[in-house]
């Protein structure tokens, strides 16, 4: 079964608290996109192990998290408590909230497992109050070309197509299936959803990731890499 969460999940877990693109990439700029949440409510959608959801809680948040595998919210709640929020729930179906739930959602790594981005944005336009953000990480277009490109392969930018990759994590090994998708595509589907795109973002890694991690930022003189594409959205 591809994207087996589950069978990965402790190892996931304990990667995504110390690496590079999770702890001192991914994780800090998301936070600063979303600046002051005090007293905000909050859907992670595609929470994890729920490192995102408690950073979003300790500043003032009212978070809710969701995600597909169980494995993963079983750490979630180890993590964050028996009373916090959290929910299984595939972002390829209808969400089990209201209308107008929340203030703001937060999508870390999450939408290019998905195919079709067209449900899951028209469902997370929803549940947003008008004027809410959507926040998305998603791999950077261009960089997963270039993999590609110098593993050898032959992609088409222009087409919406699937990757898988096998991840080897905590001794489980799963397939994983990734969609990447153009630029263009991405920014279609996103105003077509009845979002109205207010930033896009090619962050710097969070102060101090150079010294811990000095081989990879040896030949980065200005502490930039291209890894993952970040936009806030606001909900007209």
Not at 97 to 107: G, I, L, T
Not at 111 to 139: K, Q
Request: glycine share 8%.
């Amino acid at each position: 079964m591809p994207n087996d969460y589950d069978r990965i999940a402790e190892g996931y877990a304990a990667e995504n608290e110390t690496s590079l693109l999770n702890a001192y990439y991914e994780r800090p700029a998301m936070l600063e996109l979303a600046g002051d949440v005090t007293g905000r409510h909050i859907l992670d959608a595609g929470c994890g192990s729920g490192p995102l959801f408690h950073a979003l809680r300790d500043r003032g948040a009212i978070v809710t998290g969701i995600d597909a595998s169980a494995g993963m919210l079983e750490l979630a709640q180890q993590r964050l408590g028996a009373d916090a929020d959290l929910r299984v729930a595939d972002l390829a179906d209808p969400l089990p909230f209201p209308d107008d739930a929340f203030d703001d959602v937060v999508a870390s790594l999450v939408l290019h497992y998905l195919e079709d981005w067209g449900p899951t944005l028209a469902e997370l336009r929803r549940v947003l109050r008008t004027g809410g953000r959507l926040l998305i990480s998603v791999d950077h277009p261009f960089m997963s070309t270039l993999m590609q490109h110098m593993a050898g392969e032959k992609p088409t930018y222009f087409g919406t197509r699937n990757r898988i990759e096998e991840w080897t994590l905590g001794g489980q090994t799963a397939q994983m299936s990734f969609w990447d998708r153009p630029l263009h595509a991405m920014t279609e589907a996103f105003t077509a959803a009845g979002f109205r795109i207010a930033v896009i973002s090619e962050p710097f890694p969070a102060p101090g990731a150079r010294e811990l991690f000095p081989d990879v930022f040896a030949d980065k003189p200005s502490g930039a890499f291209l890894c993952f594409l970040f936009f806030v959205l606001q909900a007209d």
